[in-house]
């Protein structure tokens, strides 16, 4: 080889290496940048939606085609507007997200055996009545695309609904979910977990199935603090995990509580004695709004893998990873990555470490 030729082949390498080392780290956090569109919410009047509940429909503005449906599912008691972070950074993705809000008695009153009853009349609504009403929606949703998310009794919810196969669900991003506990017992709460690998079950009678025994996959974000009265050991994010499929994503963040995931707009005496008795951590080494962030960067990542799958989206998958490995020091855990071949300092899934040395080689 000449000594100008193997100049310029040293100078390509050189080259290729400096831009695979770069890369990743200029865009680490591109899931938690937030998305391209601007949003409007439409808040429809009770009698607007079924069964009377407030409904939230939070959508991408302009005339840019439909997206995916994501059903989100608030936590015993909270209201749909502690979960804007979260929603918002989703939803500027390109995602329509739909948040109900029932009465403070129905839960106990009727459980969730009732509740998962609401979402097919939601969605008819959804499809022939809410574009009517509301025109900017006219053809806004691709229904051929749905999801679920929800936050404690919230997770719950989301994965009775991803578990039953009536309306199709791709997949489910469970914050901090929560199964059983101790106000939530007999044939009114049947159990997610047992719904996951396909056994129908009260909540009285259940015992956390071991892992693996779920075909279904799912990503979670789980609070290292537990409180037997929030986020039961036995009925926790742990526990969900534990019944999923390994294809699934866990992420633990060791200093959150129950509550961390939610945040109210104003101050709010009720979120206040939730989250101290949901337990707490003054000293944590990580914010309520740190966690929030990462809950909803989460979300984007697993929605745009299972719905919007392509080279861009792995190349951002392991941006990501990257961007998961720098937070161990705010104490989060990746507790299981499941996207094979997909690891920090990899781009468009080539090991940039593998490219490094083959670039040195030439």
């Given at each position: 080889?000449?000594?100008?030729?193997?100049?310029?082949?040293h100078s390509a390498a050189f080259l290729l290496l400096c831009a695979a080392l770069t890369?990743?780290?200029?865009?680490?956090?591109?899931?938690?940048?937030?998305?391209?569109?601007?949003?409007?919410?439409?808040?429809?009047?009770?009698?607007?939606?079924?069964?009377?509940?407030?409904?939230?429909?939070?959508?991408?503005?302009?005339d840019s085609g439909s997206f995916p449906l994501i059903f989100?599912?608030?936590?015993?008691?909270?209201?749909?507007?502690?979960?804007?972070?979260?929603?918002?950074?989703?939803?500027?993705?390109?995602?329509?997200?739909?948040?109900?809000?029932?009465?403070?008695?129905?839960?106990?009153?009727?459980?969730?055996?009732?509740?998962?009853?609401?979402?097919?009349?939601?969605?008819?609504?959804?499809?022939?009545?809410?574009?009517?009403?509301?025109?900017?929606?006219?053809?806004?949703?691709?229904?051929?695309?749905?999801?679920?998310?929800?936050?404690?009794?919230?997770?719950?919810?989301?994965?009775?609904?991803?578990?039953?196969?009536?309306?199709?669900?791709?997949?489910?991003?469970?914050?901090?979910?929560?199964?059983?506990?101790?106000?939530?017992?007999?044939?009114?709460?049947?159990?997610?977990?047992?719904?996951?690998?396909?056994?129908?079950?009260?909540?009285?009678?259940?015992?956390?199935?071991?892992?693996?025994?779920?075909?279904?996959?799912?990503?979670?974000?789980?609070?290292?603090?537990?409180?037997?009265?929030?986020?039961?050991?036995?009925?926790?994010?742990?526990?969900?995990?534990?019944?999923?499929?390994?294809?699934?994503?866990?992420?633990?963040?060791?200093?959150?509580?129950?509550?961390?995931?939610?945040?109210?707009?104003?101050?709010?005496?009720?979120?206040?004695?939730?989250?101290?008795?949901?337990?707490?951590?003054?000293?944590?080494?990580?914010?309520?709004?740190?966690?929030?962030?990462?809950?909803?960067?989460?979300?984007?990542?697993?929605?745009?893998?299972?719905?919007?799958?392509?080279?861009?989206?792995?190349?951002?998958?392991?941006?990501?990873?990257?961007?998961?490995?720098?937070?161990?020091?705010?104490?989060?855990?990746?507790?299981?990555?499941?996207?094979?071949?997909?690891?920090?300092?990899?781009?468009?899934?080539?090991?940039?470490?593998?490219?490094?040395?083959?670039?040195?080689?030439?």
């Amino acid at each position: 080889m000449t000594p100008v030729r193997r100049s310029h082949l040293h100078s390509a390498a050189f080259l290729l290496l400096c831009a695979a080392l770069t890369a990743p780290a200029v865009f680490a956090q591109d899931f938690g940048q937030p998305g391209q569109y601007s949003l409007e919410t439409y808040k429809p009047k009770k009698p607007s939606s079924p069964y009377g509940w407030k409904v939230d429909v939070t959508y991408p503005t302009g005339d840019s085609g439909s997206f995916p449906l994501i059903f989100m599912f608030n936590g015993m008691e909270c209201q749909a507007s502690w979960y804007k972070d979260i929603v918002d950074h989703v939803a500027s993705w390109g995602y329509v997200i739909v948040q109900y809000t029932m009465g403070p008695s129905y839960p106990f009153k009727f459980g969730e055996v009732k509740e998962v009853e609401y979402l097919t009349p939601l969605l008819r609504w959804l499809e022939k009545d809410a574009p009517v009403q509301e025109p900017k929606l006219a053809g806004k949703i691709d229904f051929s695309r749905k999801a679920v998310m929800g936050h404690s009794r919230g997770g719950k919810l989301a994965s009775l609904h991803y578990a039953n196969s009536t309306n199709n669900f791709t997949t489910a991003v469970l914050f901090d979910p929560v199964d059983c506990s101790r106000e939530a017992q007999g044939d009114t709460h049947p159990s997610a977990i047992a719904a996951l690998a396909g056994v129908n079950a009260a909540c009285d009678v259940i015992h956390p199935a071991p892992h693996g025994t779920s075909t279904l996959s799912a990503a979670i974000i789980g609070a290292g603090i537990t409180s037997g009265g929030c986020n039961p050991v036995e009925n926790n994010a742990d526990a969900f995990f534990g019944t999923l499929s390994t294809e699934s994503l866990y992420i633990k963040v060791k200093e959150a509580g129950h509550m961390t995931f939610a945040q109210p707009p104003t101050w709010s005496w009720f979120y206040s004695i939730y989250n101290n008795m949901c337990g707490s951590c003054s000293c944590s080494n990580i914010t309520s709004q740190e966690v929030i962030s990462e809950a909803r960067t989460m979300a984007v990542a697993w929605l745009e893998s299972k719905l919007r799958p392509s080279q861009d989206t792995t190349a951002h998958l392991a941006r990501y990873k990257e961007h998961l490995m720098t937070l161990t020091v705010k104490g989060v855990e990746t507790v299981h990555w499941p996207f094979e071949g997909v690891s920090a300092g990899s781009l468009l899934g080539t090991d940039v470490e593998v490219s490094a040395g083959a670039a040195a080689a030439v």
